[in-house]
């Protein structure tokens, strides 16, 4: 066992030490708190002290927080805005406070958090991605991990040292409204996306990501957002652990903790969850963050405390060494009434504060420059930040139906139809969390709209008509023979949390009424869907021609569909995560356990499938090759050719499938294990190779034990199947 640590680990240990015995009991409690001073100021909480200060900047108010309360983290909600929300004005504001913390008795740093989920959303003019969902669909991990590393380089100039992000929950309930901010269905493919998240936004040192909301916040017992989950230890270990497990190797500093009850107990307060399964065996080091006001919920919301500060004690001593405590500044007093009641341990207090400075010391924060706002300005929707934001639009846009192969479009036809508000929508294209927590105002978005895109790209001779409601379209008394095509543009109001959940998966009404008026024209309709999640899509497939999902594409995300639309680009995303037929077959998911068996209802029978997606070009797959046997402890390498047997060049995500002839535990019907983005001219092949390891493997076996337990399994790469046997004997865990 190399019980040499790493020099610099070794370097901060001894100065947190140092630190750690100089502090106070309530410095120490300051430091395991953060605060939203936006909130603070709206709320007018400083009224509960007898005091009123005139904002987030009043010197007053901030001495209470650092010097008096000894607060060591502020966030930021979706919400909150800082001066005139540019760069300089939160880059100058996090200098003013940083420079005021150095009255403070030990001048710990502050971190300064925020939610930065898909770009620097909360800042105008800075360049907004598409949602994970759709990062996911790129099956790219290299892009995505650029666009972290781009993303946290931009939040760091600003001064910030958390992102509340990436979310890596698997999403198993498409009813759950967060389904667009998730990495979809499979723990694989989230694992391989999260894990880039975290790299590429830690790569700089600067910035701690926060791998969120751990654990099983999206498999909720009816879909809604924070209901229960009555989730087994098994569908923890297998479905929901992996990303967290991925980000944990990837060196995650920070872990946000769902804040829902799972199988009886608010994970807030799960010492099984947040010590037994995070720490002992998932090996995390980082800093457990709680969810916003979670603490206080497991009073109000959950009842499982008589008072609020059995809340702030029962949670502190299941694990979770830091509170988003929003307004709660008392948090503070009331922690150190318990420290002096015995009600925490002084011993538990320390182990806290120890991830928390370690944390600050892993970041640099100690030895931070000042912000450097002319750097900080000049990131904001730079030109690199646009061109991966593009990218990531191209490679996501997945085409699920193609009649006829209407699409792609000829740039030269005579007249197009266009319809649906969205088409002319900013907001829609970003979706939630923009500029706000839900939705940005369409004033504030400086991109072009999918009209825009196309009016552009199509050519001169080309006439367009929009019409963006079904009562717009009517009025036209429009004819089939009046134009080419009719692209509709369908979305839904921009949501986040609990706002987007749906029971029933249905479009909003205004927006079936305008396909429906759009399908009613007699003219053939490509559906450009930019609704950001799976909704009921099987009527909307009886009856167009074609359907786009593009996600919500973001600020570049226009230009990258009409590029799609025209051919300019083939289309290569892959489902993340299955198109149920309609609410009521709910969970839908690839991977469920299931029999192989015809008589009992245990189908996969979506509309879409995970891992669907058509392109312009069509690839064939030959030659598959699979050694017979592979011993326990050693990689097994499949290696498969591409052939892209079209007329267009084209990216091909070649996928790879493991399914258990048996074992003795049931078994999902079939688990994504590996996966590679290929790209092909007309005409040419590719051999791949993909490499499964041990843990690829390997299973739970009914004791829990991951073992990689002796048995044969199929291997399935598109159309064809071989398979291998696991020869030796294994160790369990
Ligand atoms: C919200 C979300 C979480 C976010 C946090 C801070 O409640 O659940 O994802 O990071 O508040 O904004």
Sequence with gaps: MNNQKHPTKQKHELQVEELLSEMTIREKLGQCVMIEPCFCVAERVSEQFGESYTGTDDPEFLSMLLEKYHIGAFLFGGASQIGDGSAEAWASYIGRVTQHNQKTRLKIPMMYGIDAVHGVNFMKGSTIYTHNLALAATWNPTLTEQYAKTVGAELSALGFNINFAPTIDTARDVRWGRVYESLGEDPFLASQIAGALVKGMQSAGNLAGCAKHFIGYGESRNGMD?????????????????????????????????????????????????????????????????????????????????????SLVRSFNAGLDMNMAVCNIGAVDSMEEAVQEGLICEQRLDQAVRNILLTKFKLGLFDAKPVNISDAATRVGNAESKAIAKQLALESITLLKNENEILPLSKRSQS??????????????????????????????????????????????????????????KALKVSPSDFDVCISVISEEPHAEWVGDSMDLSLEQAEQDILQASIDTGIPVVMVSMIGRPLKMTWVDENVAALLWIYSPGTEGAASTAEILFGDANPSGKLPISFPKDGSQVPCVYNARSYQSDEIWTRYEPLYEFGFGLSYTHFTY?????????????????????????????????????????ATVSRPLKSLKAFSRVSLEPGSSETVTLTLTPADLSLYDEELNFVEEKRTIDV??????????????????
């Excluded at 569908?235 to 980000?247: N, Y």
């Excluded at 196309?454 to 963006?468: G, L």
């Excluded at 030959?622 to 017979?628: A, G, Y």
């Excluded at 399935?716 to 865990?733: A, C, D, M, W």
């Design 226 to 310: 924070r209901t229960q989950a009555d989730l087994s230890d098994r569908v923890l270990l297998e479905m929901h652990a992996p990303p967290f497990e991925k980000a944990i190797e990837e060196g995650v500093l920070t872990m946000m903790v769902n804040g829902a009850d799972v199988n009886g107990v608010p994970v807030p307060v799960s010492k099984k969850l947040l010590t037994g399964l995070l720490r002992d065996k998932l090996n995390f080091q980082g800093i457990t963050l709680s969810d916003w006001e979670d603490v206080e919920r497991l009073y109000s919301r959950h009842k499982v405390v008589t008072n609020r500060k059995e």
């Design 416 to 473: 197009i139809l266009i319809t649906g508000q969205s088409a002319a929508s900013k907001r829609h294209l970003c979706a939630g969390w923009t500029l706000g927590w839900a939705s940005a105002k369409e004033e504030d978005l400086d991109c072009e709209t999918v009209l825009d895109a196309i009016k552009s790209i199509v050519s001169a001779d080309t006439s367009i008509t929009f019409a963006a409601t079904a009562e717009e379209l």
């Design 622 to 662: 030959s030659n598959l090759r699979v050694p017979n046997r592979v011993k326990v402890g050693e990689n097994l390498e499949v290696i498969v050719t591409v052939t892209n047997s079209g007329q267009r060049a084209g990216d091909e995500i070649v996928q790879l499938y493991l399914r258990d002839q048996f």
């Design 716 to 733: 399935l790469v598109e159309n064809l199947v071989s398979e291998f046997s696991i020869e030796g004997s294994y160790t369990k865990s």
